[in-house]
C-alpha cells in the first residue's frame, strides 16, 4: 500500500490524558498537513511542514497541540491534557510539490477518530 | 460570510441523471480548487482539481470555474448510487499558503 497511513485508527482516552497520533505520507511526498474534522463540518487546517520545517501553524493549534516531523518522513501530532472538545477525527495529508508552483493536490489518510471521555 | 461555502443538501437525483453542486469562495486571489468525496465514517477522497478557468473532465466528473464569479462547480453525470455521498470543495486561499480551506460539504444522495 503505497498511500498516506495514520496510527492508530481509533483512541479512546480519558479528558486530561495526552494522545499521540502517527502519520506516514506517501514516501516521495516532501509536504505533510494535519486536519481536524468533526461531525458535519468539513476538514480545518491545523498545520503543515514542508520536509521537516513546520511553515504554517492554524490558531486552532493550541499550546496544547504539537506536531514533529523529525528527518523530514513520518510526523507525529500530540495532544496534551485532552478535553471532550478536542474528540475528532484527526486526518493527515501529504502531496510533493515545487516552490512557486500553486499546484498541491493533498492525499488524505484514513484518520484517526479520537474520542475524549 | 464563510471563506468557501456550499449548500449542505440532501441533494437527491434519480439513478442516470447529472448532478450539479455547487460551491463559491471568498478570496479572488484563490488560484487552486479542488473537489473531494466523502463516504460516511471515512476519509476524503481527492476526485478532481481545477487551477484555470473553464472545464475540466475526468470519466463521469466535469469541474467548472469561474474566477470572475469566484464560483466552482462539480458535475456527475450518469449519477449511479455508490455515488451517494458528501462532495467537500476545497480552496487555497491565498497563493502564499498551502493549506486547504474547507466547505462544509453537500450531501448527495443517488435514487436507484
Known amino acids: 500500500d503505497t498511500g498516506v497511513s495514520q496510527d492508530p485508527r481509533h483512541k479512546i482516552t480519558k479528558r486530561g490524558q495526552n494522545v499521540t497520533f502517527r502519520c506516514d505520507p506517501i514516501s516521495e511526498h516532501n509536504r505533510l498537513y494535519w486536519y481536524r474534522q468533526t461531525l458535519g463540518q468539513g476538514p480545518e487546517f491545523l498545520t503543515y511542514?514542508?520536509?521537516?520545517?513546520?511553515?504554517?501553524k492554524s490558531r486552532l493549534l493550541s499550546d496544547r497541540f504539537s506536531a514533529e516531523r523529525p528527518k523530514g518522513s513520518f510526523s507525529t501530532l500530540e495532544i496534551q491534557r485532552t478535553e471532550q472538545g478536542d474528540s475528532a477525527m484527526y486526518l493527515c495529508?501529504?502531496?510533493?510539490?515545487?516552490?512557486?508552483?500553486?499546484?498541491?493536490?493533498?492525499?488524505f489518510g484514513p484518520g484517526t477518530r479520537l474520542t475524549v471521555l | 460570510q464563510k471563506e468557501v461555502e456550499q449548500n449542505s443538501g440532501p441533494l437527491s437525483v434519480p439513478e442516470g441523471a447529472i448532478a450539479s453542486l455547487n460551491c463559491t469562495y471568498s478570496d479572488r486571489g484563490s488560484q487552486s480548487f479542488f473537489w473531494y468525496r466523502q463516504y460516511s465514517g471515512k476519509s476524503p477522497e481527492l476526485i478532481m482539481s481545477i487551477y484555470s478557468n473553464g472545464d475540466k473532465e475526468d470519466g463521469r466528473f466535469t469541474a467548472q470555474l469561474n474566477k470572475a464569479s469566484q464560483y466552482v462547480s462539480l458535475l456527475i453525470r450518469d449519477s449511479q448510487p455508490s455515488d451517494s455521498a458528501t462532495y467537500l470543495c476545497a480552496v487555497i486561499l491565498d497563493t502564499g499558503r498551502r493549506a486547504l480551506t474547507f466547505g462544509s460539504g453537500t450531501r448527495l444522495q443517488v435514487q436507484p
Open positions: 495529508a501529504s502531496s510533493s510539490g515545487t516552490s512557486g508552483s500553486f499546484r498541491n493536490e493533498q492525499f
Open positions: 511542514f514542508q520536509n521537516e520545517a513546520q511553515l504554517e
